[in-house]
């Protein structure tokens, strides 16, 4: 499975971007999707998840109600579309993707996108 992750860019607080998660390879075996974001000097954590075929979601306490997941399976595509952004949700954003079990808010995906840069300016 192999996933390239855009839509990163600058945006003022209060703002929305959507980023978009493409998967490619195997998709047919894929059992969950994940948005994790990194922060400078930061660990990387959970934003949401969605699962795959029957797209259930998973949210962040943080970006909950701001932060909508999304999947259009025709186009192997997951959405994050995000509004209200904060300057504190300025990070590098990956998208992963499972098979299998699944955790969904754990870092242990064993496939990662490149990841896109959000900045959010105050």
């Known amino acids: 499975v192999q996933l390239q992750a855009s839509g990163g860019g600058l945006v003022q607080a209060g703002g929305s971007l959507r980023l978009s998660c493409a998967a490619s390879?195997?998709?047919?075996?894929?059992?969950?999707v994940g948005w994790f974001r990194q922060a400078p000097g930061k660990e990387r954590e959970f934003v949401a998840a969605?699962?795959?075929?029957?797209?259930?979601?998973y949210y962040a306490d943080s970006v909950k109600g701001r932060f909508t997941i999304s999947r259009e399976n025709a186009k192997n595509t997951v959405y994050l579309q995000m509004s209200s952004l904060k300057p504190e949700d300025t990070a590098v954003y990956y998208c992963a993707a499972d098979r299998g079990t699944w955790y969904p808010t754990k870092a242990d995906y064993p496939y990662w996108g490149q990841g896109t840069l959000v900045t959010v300016s105050s």
């Open positions: 969605i699962n795959w075929s029957r797209g259930g979601t």
């Open positions: 390879g195997r998709t047919f075996s894929i059992y969950g």
